[in-house]
């Protein structure tokens, strides 16, 4: 694993009590939290191993709030929750919960805090998140916030899986210092590519690539970030240039959920931006291929059988860094005996 200079104990590394957005995670927490990740998956090896993971956390309950349609982070999330013995509940539509009979969302959260240890949330509006956790904060039960996607704003978790993924996609050429990664497809409703962003300013030497057409460019917010925090960056709309240019190529799908008008999508010629058979000569030989998930049409099945692409690794991998990330919120991650740090 490549580590930041400063070596840290694990005592020092702050323990988050929400996870709400990308930015509030430092390098040390990052080289963390892959540790930790790389250090939990081994006790899926063993029985004994398993059982010890379930029984770190068996005496707490999860729920699972997600309004907005998910597979990946909410089977990852549950999953996760099942390996660290956390007994789950769900909500997967409003409509069928008391916010039907007109109850506020606010209420329907800060009900769903007097059951459980920890709320995991997915919802379409950018910002609730931060709120709910506001609102819980000032009660006298405040229980920790994990966002799992907030409209097209952020999505901290992912990002956590694709570093997580990158960095062990490295480990054997330095690690993501110093890499290129470029980014594909509609960089400006991707609420990864934003999170995914916002973590790579803690790699010295990275330079990223935005390759998307005119109309999906990234937003000005994004752009002012990586200026900010001196980040080498390109817009391009030469897909074939920056995927031969790239370390990581992380493609993304069009966000047409978002459409201000239905179907608006549609008029993008997007056909350029898609990853067949035919462009992996293109690529550098050590090259990777991610991808949040779910996919379109933006990378043909016959990649899948490539070695460089890692994307359905990526989906193992946020099982695995979801567990870690809520033994650290839980405060049972000192319960894993780490190798030195
Ligand atoms: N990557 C991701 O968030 O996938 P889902 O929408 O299936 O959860």
Redesign the pocket.
Same mark, same amino acid.
């Given at each position: 694993m490549s580590t930041s200079d400063s070596k840290l104990m694990r005592g020092d590394i702050p323990r988050p009590f929400h996870v709400l957005k990308a930015r509030q995670f430092d390098r040390p927490f990052l080289d963390y939290l892959c540790l930790l990740t790389d250090t939990i998956r081994k006790f899926d090896k063993t029985t004994a191993g398993l059982k010890y993971l379930q029984s770190l956390l068996s005496h707490k309950r999860a729920m699972l709030y997600f309004t907005q349609?998910? =597979?990946?982070?909410?089977l990852s999330f549950q999953s996760a929750c099942h390996i660290l013995g956390i007994k789950s509940s769900e909500i997967r539509d409003a409509s069928i919960s008391s916010e039907r009979k007109g109850e506020s969302i606010e209420d329907s959260l800060r009900t769903f805090s007097s059951y459980v240890d920890l709320i995991i949330m997915r919802s379409p509006v950018a910002g609730l998140c931060d709120h709910i956790a506001d609102l819980l904060d000032a009660t006298d039960r405040p229980v920790s916030i994990i966002n799992a996607?907030s409209g097209p704003d952020e999505?901290p978790t992912?990002a956590l899986l694709d570093i997580y993924t990158l960095n062990r996609s490295f480990i054997k050429s330095g690690g993501i210092e110093g890499k290129t990664i470029c980014m594909v497809g509609d960089l400006k409703r991707g609420r =990864?590519v934003r999170s995914l962003s916002q973590l790579l300013i803690n790699y010295p030497g990275i330079k990223l690539i935005y390759s998307s057409p005119k109309e999906f460019n990234i937003e000005a917010d994004l752009k002012k970030m990586l200026i900010e925090h001196k980040i080498s960056f390109e817009e391009t709309d030469d897909f074939i240039d920056a995927i031969g240019s790239s370390d990581a190529v992380y493609m993304t799908r069009i966000q047409d959920e978002y459409d201000s008008v239905a179907g608006a999508s549609k008029a993008v010629d997007t056909s350029k931006f898609r990853m067949s058979g035919q462009h992996l000569k293109y690529l550098k030989p050590n090259a990777i291929i991610m991808h949040?998930?779910?996919r379109r049409e933006e990378i043909a099945p016959e990649v899948d059988h490539d070695p460089k692409a890692k994307y359905w690794r990526q989906e193992r991998n946020g099982m695995w860094t979801r567990t870690a990330l809520i033994t650290m919120l839980l405060g049972v991650d000192n319960h894993i005996a780490l190798p030195d740090f």
């Open positions: 349609p998910s =597979t990946r982070t909410f996607g999505h992912q =990864t949040p998930m779910p």
